[in-house]
């Protein structure tokens, strides 16, 4: 079983940034893959960004250039740096973990607000 447990959401100015984390936890396991995905009131939940168990990463057009996903191995904790915030970033973000068996993990999320 894994855990995840986002952090860093709360209110921003549009413009102002964010720093979310997301740590995890459990038995042994071995990531294939680490996302960020939101979800916005009424709609519903997307893609923001991808980085994979050798590094590489990718994103939602709608962040690119503004976003960017790191990761600490040593922690287990993965990043979502948000530059440039948009109202419409406003939403819930979850952190998910995909297994090299496909099993995908998600955490509880974590609000982001921006304000216009």
């Known amino acids: 079983q894994v855990q995840l447990l986002e952090s860093g959401g709360g209110l921003v100015q549009a413009g102002g940034s964010l720093r979310l984390s997301c740590a995890a936890s459990g038995s042994s396991f071995r990531p294939y893959a680490m996302d960020w995905y939101r979800q916005a009131p009424g709609k519903e939940r997307e893609f923001v960004a991808r980085?994979?168990?050798?590094?590489?990463?990718n994103y939602a057009d709608s962040v690119k250039g503004r976003f960017t996903i790191s990761r600490d191995n040593a922690k287990n904790t993965v990043f979502l740096q948000m530059d440039s915030l948009k109202f419409e970033d406003t939403a819930v973000y979850f952190c998910?973990?995909?297994?090299?068996?496909?099993?995908?993990?998600w955490g509880q999320g974590t609000q982001v607000t921006v304000s216009s």
């Open positions: 980085i994979t168990r050798g590094g590489a990463t």
């Open positions: 998910s973990l995909t297994t090299t068996s496909a099993y995908k993990y």
